[in-house]
C-alpha cells in the first residue's frame, strides 16, 4: 500500500506508526487465530489487558460482562476521551485458505473485529511511549457488539461506564468492504440503523396432505404474510425516509404428505427515525395478525428491539474529518458518506455520550470478502492508518 506524504503539522503521521506494523499484524492474526463468541471473550480480554498493563495504563475489568477499560493520565488537561473497540466474533466456519485462520471450528472475527481492537492497541502503544496529549484516554474494549440486542454496548453502559469513566467525547471505527483501503468515511447526524427482530409463529392444525379441508394450512398463512410484509415499506413509509423489512426466515413442516401444526417466520426490521420505527411496529404487528386470522390461524409474535440509530454529533464528526485529511489527504476522505442500513451497538454509547463512529476502507468486498462471510479478512495493511488516527485523534482533542 502507498502511504502519502508526511503533513507538516507536529501530529502523529501515518509513517509513525509503520515501525509497529509487524507487531500490529502479529497482534491482530493472534487475535483472529483465537475468536470467542459474544460475553465469552475471556482470552480475548485476558490478551488485551496484559497488553494495556504492560504500556502502563490502568486496566478496569468486568464491565458489562468481559468488557475492560484502558485508562492513561498525562499532564494537567482536564479533558477526557473515550476510544472504543469491539471483541467478539461471529459464528461462522472459516473459508478464508489462510495460514491464520481461525484455530475453532465454526467461529471467526467475519467482521474484523480483531482489526479494530488491533489498531486501538497499537495507538495505545504508541501514545502510551510518546505522551503528546494533556488530559486522560479511556480505551473501551467492548463485548457482544454481534449480539443483536442486550449487547455489550448496551451491557457496559448499564454498568456505569460513562459514570466510572466520565469522558467528554468517545469515538468508534468499523471496517468498511467495498473501498478503498485507508479512505475514511464519516456522516453528521444520523448514520447507521436502528435494528429490531421479529420472531412470528403461526399456529394452525396440522393434518394429512391429502384431506386439507380437515387441517387449518399455516404454511399458506406464513406464506401471505410474507408477501404482505412487501407492502409495509412501500405503502406505508413515507418515501422521503429510508427503512428496511426482511424476512430471512421461513421454516415449516418436514415431511411432503403432512400439514404442519406450525410455521415460523423471522423478520430484520430497519429505521433511523422514533416515529417510522414505531410505524413499523405497528402496521408488521396488525398485518400479522390479521393475515393469519384470514387464514383461520393464530399469530404469536415476539417483537424484539434491537440498536438504536448511530447518531454522530456534529462537533465529533469535524474533529474526525479533520484528522483524517491531515492524515490521508481530501480526496480520500467522505465526510458525507450515504446512511447505511446495517446496526451497531455503539449507538447506545452515542445515547449517553457525544461522540462519532467512524468507517474506514478495507479494500474489495467481492468474491465473499464482505461482512459476514466465510472468506471475509481483515485488511493488515490498514492497521497503521486506524492506528495513526487514534494517536492524532486523541492528539488533537487532549490538548
Not at 100 to 107: I, T
Not at 299 to 309: L, N, S
Not at 352 to 370: D, Q, S, T
Amino acid at each position: 500500500m502507498t502511504h502519502p506524504p508526511a503533513p507538516t503539522r507536529a501530529y502523529t503521521r501515518i509513517d509513525q506508526l509503520l515501525p509497529y506494523e509487524q507487531e500490529m499484524v502479529a497482534v491482530r492474526r493472534h487475535l483472529h487465530q483465537h475468536p470467542e463468541l459474544a460475553f465469552g471473550e475471556h482470552a480475548t480480554s485476558d490478551f488485551i489487558a496484559g497488553k494495556l498493563a504492560e504500556w502502563g495504563y490502568e486496566v478496569t475489568r468486568g464491565i458489562g460482562g468481559t468488557g475492560l477499560v484502558g485508562s492513561l493520565r498525562h499532564g494537567d488537561g482536564t479533558k477526557k476521551l473515550g476510544i472504543r473497540a469491539d471483541m467478539d466474533a461471529l459464528p461462522i466456519h472459516e473459508a478464508t485458505g489462510a495460514s491464520h485462520a481461525s484455530c475453532v471450528p465454526g467461529l471467526m472475527h467475519a467482521c474484523g473485529h480483531d482489526g479494530h481492537m488491533t489498531m486501538l492497541l497499537g495507538a495505545a502503544k504508541y501514545l502510551a511511549r510518546h505522551r503528546r496529549f494533556s488530559g486522560t484516554l479511556h480505551l473501551i474494549f467492548q463485548p457482544a457488539e454481534e449480539r443483536g440486542f442486550d449487547s455489550g454496548g448496551k451491557a457496559m453502559v448499564e454498568d456505569g461506564l460513562f459514570e466510572r469513566f466520565p469522558c467528554d467525547a468517545v469515538y468508534a471505527m468499523h471496517n468498511h468492504p467495498g473501498m478503498p483501503p485507508g479512505r475514511f468515511l464519516v456522516r453528521k447526524g444520523p448514520f447507521m440503523a436502528a435494528g429490531d427482530r421479529v420472531f412470528i409463529q403461526v399456529h394452525g392444525l396440522g393434518g394429512h396432505a391429502a384431506r386439507p379441508h380437515l387441517a387449518v394450512d399455516p404454511v399458506v398463512a406464513a406464506s401471505a404474510i410474507v408477501m404482505g410484509l412487501q407492502t409495509v415499506v412501500a405503502r406505508n413509509v413515507d418515501p422521503s425516509e429510508s427503512a428496511v423489512v426482511t424476512v430471512g426466515r421461513l421454516r415449516a413442516g418436514d415431511a411432503l404428505n403432512v400439514i404442519p401444526a406450525e410455521a415460523e417466520i423471522g423478520i430484520s426490521v430497519r429505521s433511523f427515525s422514533t416515529e417510522v420505527r414505531a410505524l413499523l411496529r405497528e402496521r408488521i404487528t396488525a398485518l400479522v395478525t390479521g393475515t393469519a386470522e384470514a387464514h383461520g390461524c393464530r399469530a404469536g409474535i415476539d417483537y424484539v428491539e434491537g440498536y438504536p440509530v448511530v447518531v454522530n454529533d456534529a462537533a465529533a464528526v469535524d474533529l474526525a474529518t479533520q484528522v483524517a485529511t491531515d492524515l490521508v489527504g481530501p480526496e480520500a476522505v467522505d465526510a458525507e458518506f450515504p446512511r447505511l442500513m446495517g446496526s451497531e451497538d455503539f449507538a447506545y454509547m452515542l445515547q449517553r455520550c457525544p461522540g462519532a463512529l467512524v468507517r474506514i476502507g478495507n479494500g474489495p468486498a467481492e468474491g465473499g470478502r464482505g461482512l459476514h462471510n466465510p472468506r471475509y479478512d481483515f485488511n493488515d495493511g490498514i492497521l497503521p492508518y486506524g492506528a495513526a488516527f487514534w494517536c492524532q485523534l486523541a492528539e488533537r482533542f487532549l490538548r
